[in-house]
């Protein structure tokens, strides 16, 4: 998607980049604003007491942790996932902004395409620990504009040698950012346990 939504295939599609990225950026925020605080209500379902005990954080920890097991493929076993991507046959069959705002929701939203790390489940599971309906859409709110940022970083690219260029950094990056996720995974169930083992209630 990123070598198709940029300012030199903008520009070849007679589009504006700058509109289908804020397009974009607004709608994959606004996507996972939506699905934290969806977690954020279902969790109110179960009691806090219970949410807030030591079993309730003890189990979003193994939550976490059997992520970061799929996400290392421990056993052969993978990520649960649909198997479906954003459709690319928009792109030139659309105007460039209902491609932004189309792709932009469904990528905020994280969990209705390819769910490609576990990072993504861990948000739902932490916006339904709290419970707290602004809590969790603002935690979905930064998902969704963390979801968005390669695409921003697809400014300036006006020719073939500057995309591929850009698309290099974006795969070194990639590696950065699921070695940042499995730590970021791997300290929240730590500071899950502790807080479990302190008794909380």
């Known amino acids: 998607m990123l070598t198709s939504i940029s300012p030199f295939g903008e520009r070849a599609r007679a ?4 509109l289908t990225t804020t397009a974009y950026v607004l709608s994959s925020a606004l996507g996972g604003t939506a699905v934290g605080l969806l977690a954020a209500l279902l969790g109110t379902l179960v009691p806090e007491r219970w949410r807030w005990s030591g079993a309730g954080f003890g189990l979003a920890a193994l939550l976490l942790v059997v992520g970061l097991l ?3 493929g421990v056993g052969g076993a993978r ?26 929701a469904q ?3 994280g969990v209705v395409t ?17 419970g707290t309906p602004w809590a969790g859409a603002l935690l979905g709110l930064v998902f969704g504009l963390v979801r ?8 300036g690219v006006h020719s073939r040698e500057q995309l591929w260029a850009v698309l290099r950094r974006v795969e070194l990056g990639a590696r950065a950012a699921e070695v940042v996720a499995r730590v970021g995974l791997s300290t929240g169930a730590a500071a899950l346990v502790w807080t479990a083992m302190g008794g909380v209630s």
């Open 79 to 104: 990520l649960p996932s649909w198997r479906r991507q954003v459709d690319e046959a928009w792109i030139g069959r659309y105007r460039g902004w209902v491609v932004g705002v189309g792709f932009g």
């Open 70 to 72: 799929l996400d290392l």
């Open 15 to 18: 589009s504006r980049w700058w």
């Open 107 to 109: 990528l905020g939203l």
């Open 114 to 130: 390819i769910v490609t790390s576990s990072t993504t489940y861990a948000v739902l599971v932490l916006a339904a620990l709290g």
């Open 148 to 155: 968005a940022l390669p695409l921003v970083g697809m400014a």
